[in-house]
């Protein structure tokens, strides 16, 4: 079983959707984090949570809502996206916030926005 | 503005060969720099890394080469090997309390063949 684990790995939804992403870390570590991966984009850091608190909204819209009820989990909750918000979804893990923790990436969610 | 640059967008190598994956960046707080690795339908997997007060660090085939004066990395894998056909993203951050964000070059696509 791999250390980081998202659900659902595909998903398509239309513009007035409420749907819901779901990362589960198995490592013990203490911080977790949203990126988003856009066709020929790099990577691009959207949340970050150390020990359930948010640090970082990386000036994400308000239609990406975050939840992390504890450090094992972490949630983005989507409604009324927009198709320029199709992407890969990537859930990382580190084992706190710093430059030396190693993150640990999921295989990603891959939305479509109809 | 990019400030990783990753200018190869693909890479062809024989197998059993020198690969060679080049990466600039322009923030001179960058002082830890990691490669991570990527296989389709796989989120990014870490692979190697080198702090700043080094020039050099080697691990197995792999070794990440830091030029700070130039700003400018590269990874070296030698010998090439099939396997190692992936997309290979370097990701500098910086190390100092409270940091965390990794910035992602948009990657290099290695294809080694057989």
């Known amino acids: 079983e791999t250390g980081v684990t998202q659900t659902p790995r595909h998903l398509v939804m239309g513009m007035t959707n409420k749907k819901s992403l779901k990362c589960e870390q198995h490592?013990?570590?203490?911080?977790m984090y949203w990126y988003k991966q856009s066709a020929k984009k790099p990577l691009e850091l959207m949340f970050v949570?150390?020990?359930?608190?948010?640090?970082e909204n990386n000036s994400v819209p308000s239609r990406f809502s975050p939840e992390c009820p504890n450090s094992s989990h972490l949630f983005l909750h989507l409604h009324t996206l927009q198709p320029e918000d199709s992407a890969l979804y990537l859930c990382?893990?580190?084992?706190?916030?710093?430059?030396?923790?190693?993150?640990?990436f999921g295989a990603g969610t891959r939305l479509s926005v109809l | 503005d990019q400030q990783v640059k990753q200018n190869s967008p693909s890479l062809s190598v024989q197998e059993g060969r020198i690969s060679i994956l080049n990466c600039d960046y322009t923030n001179s707080m960058f002082d830890y720099f990691l490669w991570y690795k990527k296989y389709p339908a796989e989120g990014p997997t870490f692979l190697i890394s080198?702090?700043?007060?080094?020039d050099k660090n080697e691990d197995g085939r792999f070794t990440v080469f830091l030029n700070k004066s130039a700003k400018h990395l590269s990874l070296h894998i030698v010998p090439s090997q099939p396997g190692d056909s992936a997309v290979y993203f370097c990701?500098?951050?910086?190390?100092?309390?409270?940091?965390?964000?990794?910035?992602f070059g948009k990657g290099t696509k290695l294809s080694v063949i057989p």
């Open positions: 490592l013990g570590h203490n911080a």
């Open positions: 990382a893990s580190s084992q706190d916030i710093g430059g030396f923790n190693i993150q640990y």
């Open positions: 949570y150390s020990l359930e608190e948010r640090v």
């Open positions: 990701a500098p951050t910086y190390s100092g309390a409270g940091s965390y964000q990794l910035t």
């Open positions: 080198i702090s700043s007060i080094k």
